[in-house]
C-alpha cells in the first residue's frame, strides 16, 4: 500500500511504533519522512483538550494452575524461534499461536474477576463507567467467557445495570447502548475490543480495564478513551489489573532459569505501570509497587 504515485503524504498517528515490528516501523519511517508536528498527551491534558486522570495499579496472580501452563506454553515458544532474513531472532508462525495462547491466560487470570467485585462496591451507585476485558474463557467457571460471567455478576449480584458493548451486538444495538450510557440510564459499560478504534463516548469516567495487553498501541488507545472531555468530567479513574506471574516474596525462591520464563511477562506489565503513571495526578502512588517489582526480579532500567 505504500505506493510511489503520491508526491505529497500525511500520517497521523498516536502510535507511530509498531509492537514487535521494527521492519514496519522503519519501512512507515522512511516512507513518510521525519516525525513533522508532535502534540503530547501531557501538553492536550494541560491545554485541556484532555481530562487528568487517577492511575491505580491493581496487583493480581496467577493461580497455580494457570501459572503451569503459562510456563509449559512458554517452554514450548522456545522450540520456535527462528533467525529472520534480517538477523533477527523472531517466533515463527507456530510460535506466534503459542503467543497468543499464553496471552490469553495472562488476560483471562481468575483472581482479576475477585479483584474486581472488591472494588466495584463503592461504585455501584455510580455512571460513565467502562469495564474493558479479555475474550478469553475461564476455565473453572464452567468455560464461561470472562465478560458474560462480569456481567451477570454486576447485574445479578449487584443490582447494576450494565451492557455489553461487543462485536456480537447490531449497529442499532450499539447505538442504543452509547445512548443510554450517555444519559446514565446504562451504570457500566463491558466491552472487549469494540471501543478500542473509532467510538467516542466522553462521559466515560472510570475505566477498569482488566485485558492485560502488552502492545502498547491497544493501551494507549484504551487510556485515551477515557480522557475525552465531557461537561462536567473534572477527572477521570483507570483501574489497571496488572498481572503478575506469583507474589513477589516467592520470587528470591527461583532460580535463573525460572526467572527467564516469568520476566517478559513481568517487564511488558511494568512497561504500561509506568506509561500509564507517568501523567498520572496521583503519580507517585505507583512508585513503591515498581521499585517493588524490578527488586524482586532483579530488574535495573
Same mark, same amino acid.
Not at 511477562?265 to 500509564?276: G, P, Q
Given at each position: 500500500?505504500?505506493?510511489?504515485?503520491?508526491?505529497?503524504?500525511?500520517?497521523?498517528?498516536?502510535?507511530?511504533?509498531?509492537?514487535?515490528?521494527?521492519?514496519?516501523?522503519?519501512?512507515?519511517?522512511?516512507?513518510?519522512?521525519?516525525?513533522?508536528?508532535?502534540?503530547?498527551?501531557?501538553?492536550?491534558?494541560?491545554?485541556?483538550?484532555?481530562?487528568?486522570?487517577?492511575?491505580?495499579?491493581?496487583?493480581?496472580?496467577?493461580?497455580?494452575? !494457570?501459572?503451569?501452563?503459562?510456563?509449559?506454553?512458554?517452554?514450548?515458544?522456545?522450540?520456535?524461534?527462528?533467525?529472520?532474513?534480517?538477523?533477527?531472532?523472531?517466533?515463527?508462525?507456530?510460535?506466534?499461536?503459542?503467543?497468543?495462547?499464553?496471552?490469553?491466560?495472562?488476560?483471562?487470570?481468575?483472581?482479576?474477576?475477585?479483584?474486581?467485585?472488591?472494588?466495584?462496591?463503592?461504585?455501584?451507585?455510580?455512571?460513565?463507567?467502562?469495564?474493558?476485558?479479555?475474550?478469553?474463557?475461564?476455565?473453572?467457571?464452567?468455560?464461561?467467557?470472562?465478560?458474560?460471567?462480569?456481567?451477570?455478576?454486576?447485574?445479578? !449480584?449487584?443490582?447494576?445495570?450494565?451492557?455489553?458493548?461487543?462485536?456480537?451486538?447490531?449497529?442499532?444495538?450499539?447505538?442504543?447502548?452509547?445512548?443510554?450510557?450517555?444519559?446514565?440510564?446504562?451504570?457500566?459499560?463491558?466491552?472487549?475490543?469494540?471501543?478500542?478504534?473509532?467510538?467516542?463516548?466522553?462521559?466515560?469516567?472510570?475505566?477498569?480495564?482488566?485485558?492485560?495487553?502488552?502492545?502498547?498501541?491497544?493501551?494507549?488507545?484504551?487510556?485515551?478513551?477515557?480522557?475525552?472531555?465531557?461537561?462536567?468530567?473534572?477527572?477521570?479513574?483507570?483501574?489497571?489489573?496488572?498481572?503478575?506471574?506469583?507474589?513477589?516474596?516467592?520470587?528470591?525462591?527461583?532460580?535463573?532459569?525460572?526467572?527467564?520464563?516469568?520476566?517478559?511477562?513481568?517487564?511488558?506489565?511494568?512497561?504500561?505501570?509506568?506509561?500509564?503513571?507517568?501523567?498520572?495526578?496521583?503519580?507517585?502512588?505507583?512508585?513503591?509497587?515498581?521499585?517493588?517489582?524490578?527488586?524482586?526480579?532483579?530488574?535495573?532500567?
Amino acid at each position: 500500500s505504500l505506493s510511489d504515485v503520491f508526491t505529497y503524504r500525511l500520517a497521523l498517528s498516536a502510535t507511530l511504533e509498531r509492537h514487535n515490528d521494527e521492519i514496519g516501523t522503519l519501512l512507515l519511517k522512511q516512507y513518510f519522512g521525519e516525525k513533522c508536528i508532535e502534540y503530547t498527551l501531557k501538553r492536550a491534558i494541560e491545554e485541556k483538550k484532555l481530562t487528568p486522570y487517577y492511575y491505580y495499579p491493581v496487583v493480581v496472580y496467577l493461580n497455580e494452575d !494457570e501459572l503451569d501452563k503459562y510456563i509449559k506454553i512458554t517452554n514450548d515458544m522456545f522450540r520456535y524461534i527462528k533467525q529472520d532474513r534480517h538477523g533477527k531472532m523472531v517466533l515463527s508462525e507456530k510460535g506466534v499461536l503459542l503467543a497468543i495462547k499464553r496471552s490469553k491466560i495472562v488476560a483471562g487470570a481468575q483472581a482479576k474477576v475477585g479483584k474486581l467485585t472488591e472494588i466495584i462496591g463503592k461504585y455501584t451507585s455510580d455512571t460513565h463507567m467502562l469495564i474493558y476485558c479479555g475474550s478469553t474463557k475461564l476455565e473453572d467457571e464452567e468455560d464461561i467467557r470472562q465478560i458474560d460471567l462480569i456481567t451477570r455478576i454486576l447485574g445479578n !449480584e449487584y443490582n447494576m445495570n450494565v451492557a455489553m458493548f461487543t462485536s456480537r451486538e447490531n449497529k442499532e444495538d450499539r447505538k442504543t447502548r452509547i445512548r443510554n450510557f450517555t444519559d446514565g440510564e446504562i451504570q457500566a459499560l463491558v466491552a472487549i475490543k469494540c471501543l478500542d478504534e473509532g467510538v467516542n463516548i466522553p462521559q466515560i469516567k472510570t475505566a477498569f480495564i482488566l485485558a492485560s495487553t502488552t502492545n502498547p498501541k491497544e493501551y494507549i488507545q484504551r487510556r485515551g478513551r477515557v480522557l475525552r472531555v465531557a461537561k462536567g468530567k473534572e477527572y477521570a479513574k483507570i483501574y489497571d489489573f496488572v498481572t503478575l506471574p506469583r507474589p513477589l516474596y516467592t520470587v528470591s525462591q527461583l532460580d535463573s532459569d525460572n526467572i527467564k520464563k516469568e520476566i517478559s511477562l513481568v517487564r511488558n506489565e511494568l512497561m504500561r505501570i509506568k506509561e500509564f503513571k507517568e501523567l498520572a495526578l496521583n503519580s507517585c502512588d505507583s512508585d513503591k509497587l515498581i521499585d517493588d517489582i524490578e527488586e524482586a526480579y532483579s530488574i535495573y532500567s
